[in-house]
């Protein structure tokens, strides 16, 4: 059973950037599409973005110029990093296997989450 | 972008009840439609693929329905461990997927 784990900083100050890491574990990353997401407190979840093993990414439009998804297929790693943070990017942030069965797809399975509060 | 609406937004329940969730979408998304249950501190979990295909290991008393632009999650009879918000998530618009606000189901 695959499980995915996020990691990284839970306080980010303002203007910096934000960076997390997500960790598959119990199953490969090649050959699948990893995503991450978000949840605001007291709001619906955001699609952040997405990335190919083997390196190619789609960001959401709202996000995609401060937004960065990499991918170390040696480390079975993707990460997250968000420039330029204020209060409005404090989230849970998810990351999750985009599972593809054309023409439709979903998110299986997800990790836990992650609180990043943005403040001084 | 593709809005999907949730509603309620909240529902006190009982053990037992059968419970209904609505997904409205803002267009036709057809069957495009996911739907995940969540429990804070642990990870979301898909529930239902494709408006109606049930993932695998997922109790049969949680069932989905719909087409075009209005969907249903229906539970059965609530069991305690069913007390979690619940979101739908359209996957008609690639790669900008939408989802909904969530329904919390409490006591």
């Known amino acids: 059973q695959v499980h995915l784990q996020e990691s990284g900083p839970g306080l980010v100050k303002p203007s910096e950037t934000l960076s997390l890491t997500c960790t598959v574990s119990?199953?490969?990353?090649?050959?699948?599409?990893w995503s991450w997401i978000r949840q605001p407190p007291g709001e619906g979840l955001e699609w952040i973005g997405n990335i190919f093993y083997n390196g190619i990414t789609a960001y959401n439009p709202s996000l995609k110029s401060r937004v960065t998804i990499l991918v170390d297929t040696s480390k079975n790693q993707f990460s997250l990093k968000l420039s330029s943070v204020t209060a409005a990017d404090t989230a849970i942030y998810f990351c999750a296997r985009l599972v593809r069965f054309y023409p439709t797809y979903w998110f299986d399975p997800w990790g836990q989450g992650t609180l990043v509060a943005v403040s001084s | 972008d593709i809005q999907m609406t949730q509603s309620p937004s909240s529902l006190s329940t009982s053990v037992g009840d059968r419970v209904t969730i609505t997904c409205r979408a803002s267009q036709n998304i057809t069957y495009h439609l996911n739907w995940y249950q969540y429990k804070p501190g642990k990870p979301p979990k898909l529930l239902i693929y494709a408006a109606s295909g049930s993932q695998s290991g997922v109790p049969s008393r949680f069932s989905g329905s719909g087409s075009g632009t209005e969907f249903t999650l229906t539970i059965s009879s609530l069991q305690p461990e069913d007390f979690a918000t619940y979101f739908c998530q359209q996957s008609y618009s690639t790669p900008l997927c939408t989802f909904g606000q969530g329904t919390k189901l409490e006591v």
């Open positions: 119990s199953g490969s990353i090649n050959n699948h599409y």
